[in-house]
C-alpha cells in the first residue's frame, strides 16, 4: 500500500453501505468505534496525515523490537502467523465501514509485512534493519515488479479487497528479503 490514500469511486458497495454514502474520513473517533478499525490503522500510527505507510512501518519497527523483550523467535513466528488472518479480517471491515477499497490510513499491511521481515533477519544492527526499512518501503511505495502485479490483483470491497490490502505488501516482503538475501550471498 502506498501513503496516499487509494478510493475506487467505482467500486460496488458492500452490503452496510448506502450507494450514496460518501467515504468516511479516518480519525480518532472513527478508529475508536470498533476494535478492527484500532488493528487496522496500527493502533493510530496509520492516522498520520503525511505517510501513514512509512509512520505505520516505523511503529512495527519499534513494536517488534519491543516485542522481542519479551517474546521468543517462535512466540513472535506465532505472532505473526495470527496477525495475517487477523490483519485481513480487520483491513476487510476497515475499508468496509469507510467505503474506501484500500484506504491510507490502513497500515497493518505495512506492520505485519515489516514484522516477518525483521522476523527472518535478526539479529542485526540498527544499520541493518534500516537497510530492511529502506527497501521495504521502497518495494511499497514504488511498486516495482512484482509488487505492482499482487497491487492488481485483489481489488474492491469485501474479503477479497481486504486479501488484496495485506497481500502487495506481503508481496514486497518477499522482495526486500530477496534482496538482502542476495546481497548476504554475494557480498
Not at 478508529?31 to 505505520?56: D, E, Y
Not at 467505503?99 to 544492527?125: H, N, Q, R, T
Request: aromatic fraction near 16%; charged fraction near 10%.
Amino acid at each position: 500500500m502506498s501513503d496516499t490514500p487509494i478510493s475506487t469511486p467505482h467500486a460496488a458497495p458492500t452490503e452496510s453501505a448506502s450507494p450514496m454514502q460518501a467515504p468516511r474520513k479516518a480519525g480518532w473517533a472513527f478508529m475508536l468505534q470498533n476494535p478492527l478499525h484500532w488493528i487496522a490503522m496500527g493502533f493510530g500510527s496509520g492516522l498520520s496525515p503525511k505517510a501513514p505507510g512509512t509512520v505505520g512501518t516505523l511503529w512495527a519497527w519499534v513494536a517488534y523490537l519491543v516485542l522481542q523483550l519479551w517474546l521468543t523467535p517462535q512466540a513472535i513466528g506465532i505472532l505473526i502467523a495470527v496477525s495475517i488472518p487477523l490483519g485481513w479480517w480487520a483491513c476487510t471491515a476497515t475499508a468496509r465501514n469507510m467505503g474506501i477499497a484500500d484506504p491510507g490510513s490502513i497500515v497493518w499491511d505495512e506492520v505485519v509485512a515489516f514484522w516477518i521481515i525483521l522476523w527472518l533477519v535478526m539479529p542485526v544492527g540498527f544499520w541493518g534493519q534500516f537497510i530492511a526499512f529502506a527497501l521495504f518501503r521502497y518495494f511499497d511505495a514504488a511498486k516495482p515488479q512484482p509488487v505492482r502485479w499482487a497491487d492488481r490483483c485483489f481489488k474492491g470491497f469485501g474479503w477479497g479487497g481486504g486479501w488484496g490490502i495485506m497481500w502487495d505488501d506481503l508481496v514486497a516482503a518477499f522482495c526486500t528479503l530477496l534482496v538482502i538475501a542476495l546481497w548476504r550471498h554475494f557480498v
